[in-house]
């Protein structure tokens, strides 16, 4: 009884010892980063929602808030990103046997401007493109929020990953 009673014991202030650390980034931040600065997205692209850059400098500006500690500044950040939403298509994929497109491709692509004032060398412009396949069955009207949304989860966090992750 005491033996099974120190084995308990044991096994409890072994589980209770260990700790697991993990990140979700590819590297820790630079701690001489404080602020970050996301400007209003515009929209460029011919097609698309009227809000789609205010849905996407949102969804952008969340990503960095949940994931870091830097602090949201309206300009001049230590980070600053800024840019428009360059491209909105929709395309058919893949055709059926009548000659009518089974799936569609919805493709947007973001171009970004990054400045890190810590670190020049770091500074680009580059555009980030994603997509998100649909049956052409489905109205666009429909699910175009949801494809949107799913699209700039992907984009957010490329974005994250190219400017602090050191992927």
Same mark, same amino acid.
């Given at each position: 009884?005491?033996?099974?009673g120190?084995?308990?014991?044991?096994?409890?202030?072994?589980?209770v010892s260990?700790? &697991?650390?993990? #990140?979700?980034?590819?590297g +820790?931040? @630079? +701690?001489?980063?404080?602020?970050i600065s996301?400007? *209003?997205?515009?929209? *460029?692209?011919?097609?698309? +929602?009227?809000? &789609?850059? %205010? /849905? %996407?400098t949102?969804?952008?500006r @969340?990503?960095?808030? #949940?994931?870091t500690?830097?602090?949201?500044i #309206?300009?001049?950040? =230590?980070? #600053?990103?800024?840019? /428009?939403?360059?491209?909105y /298509?929709?395309q +058919?994929?893949?055709?059926q046997?009548?000659q009518t497109?089974?799936q569609n $491709?919805l493709t947007i692509?973001v171009?970004?401007?990054?400045?890190?004032?810590?670190?020049?060398k770091?500074? %680009? =412009? *580059?555009s980030? /493109? $994603?997509f998100? !396949?649909y049956?052409?069955?489905?109205?666009?009207g429909s699910i175009? !929020? $949801?494809? &949107?949304?799913?699209?700039? @989860?992907q984009?957010?966090? =490329?974005?994250?990953d190219?400017t602090?992750?050191?992927?």
């Amino acid at each position: 009884m005491i033996k099974n009673g120190l084995l308990y014991c044991a096994l409890f202030l072994s589980l209770v010892s260990c700790k &697991i650390n993990y #990140s979700a980034q590819g590297g +820790p931040i @630079d +701690p001489n980063l404080k602020t970050i600065s996301i400007d *209003q997205f515009t929209n *460029q692209a011919s097609l698309g +929602p009227s809000t &789609i850059g %205010f /849905t %996407f400098t949102e969804k952008l500006r @969340d990503l960095f808030q #949940s994931q870091t500690k830097l602090e949201l500044i #309206s300009s001049n950040g =230590d980070l #600053s990103y800024e840019g /428009t939403i360059s491209s909105y /298509t929709i395309q +058919p994929i893949s055709v059926q046997g009548n000659q009518t497109a089974a799936q569609n $491709r919805l493709t947007i692509a973001v171009k970004v401007t990054f400045v890190n004032q810590i670190d020049e060398k770091k500074n %680009f =412009d *580059q555009s980030f /493109t $994603r997509f998100a !396949d649909y049956a052409s069955s489905s109205d666009i009207g429909s699910i175009q !929020d $949801r494809l &949107i949304e799913e699209i700039f @989860d992907q984009i957010t966090q =490329d974005i994250f990953d190219k400017t602090l992750g050191d992927w």
